[in-house]
């Protein structure tokens, strides 16, 4: 049974730039989650989906952060024109809608932007 | 929305020796989950425990849901178990989406 992956694990990019993260949740999870975390802090939510309807976003999430689940499968989080705030780790969770909501996370991609 | 306090922030403790962390929360809850954070930043699952007690091993933990806090109980700590460690609430009235306490840090000295 494999567990939530995420791609790439680090990601270093220029202010500016747009860069795309990738989530592959659990495979019978019907919902996916994205969170954010900062030095020091607990990871906070940006958006989720059940299946392939996106059903909240966070305020945190601002124009330039676009998230899609387009089969109900994988995720990717956008980001454009990234600026030096943006510089996080981003966490993908899975849960089991049916199964207590339990959320499992993955690796996380961390994210540093110059 | 919904507030969720953990304490102590830090703790440092000798191998060998017990600790209790304690997560308060603002609002009844539908879950409640306990996370360790290693050194690469994966968070891994200890508990799912909205109420009751449970037990894995040296950890177990308690939730007291009419209280409003859990409790997460290590014993016979080892350098293992170093990092930081979460609580994170789900109110479904809020949204299903955990909210995290700031976490204590630990450290076990050898």
């Known amino acids: 049974d494999t567990g939530v992956s995420q791609d790439p694990r680090h990601k270093i990019t220029k202010r500016g730039q747009n860069v795309t993260f990738r989530c592959d949740p659990i495979?019978?999870?019907?919902?996916l989650y994205w969170y954010r975390q900062t030095l020091g802090q607990g990871p906070e939510f940006l958006t989720y989906?059940?299946?392939?309807?996106?059903?909240?976003k966070s305020r945190l999430l601002s124009d330039r952060f676009s998230a899609e689940r387009p089969k109900g499968s994988f995720s990717t989080l956008e980001i454009q024109r990234t600026e030096q705030g943006d510089s996080a780790m981003y966490l993908c969770?899975?849960?089991?809608?049916?199964?207590?909501?339990?959320?499992?996370f993955g690796p996380g991609t961390r994210l540093t932007v110059t | 929305g919904i507030q969720v306090e953990q304490s102590p922030p830090d703790l440092i403790l000798q191998e060998g020796a017990n600790s209790t962390l304690r997560c308060n929360f603002s609002?009844?809850?539908?879950?409640l989950q306990w996370f360790h954070q290693n050194p690469w930043g994966q968070l891994i699952n200890l508990f799912y425990?909205?109420?009751g007690t449970k037990q894995n091993g040296r950890l177990s933990a308690t939730t007291v849901a009419t209280e409003r806090y859990s409790l997460l109980y290590i014993s016979s700590s080892q350098t293992t178990d170093s990092g930081v460690y979460f609580c994170?609430?789900?109110?479904?009235?809020?949204?299903?989406?955990?909210?995290f306490g700031a976490g204590t840090i630990l450290r076990v000295k050898s």
């Open positions: 989906f059940q299946n392939e309807a996106q059903l909240e």
């Open positions: 609002d009844s809850v539908n879950n």
């Open positions: 969770a899975s849960s089991l809608e049916q199964a207590q909501n339990e959320q499992y």
């Open positions: 994170a609430v789900e109110r479904s009235w809020y949204g299903n989406k955990l909210v």
């Open positions: 425990i909205p109420s």
């Open positions: 495979s019978e999870h019907n919902r």
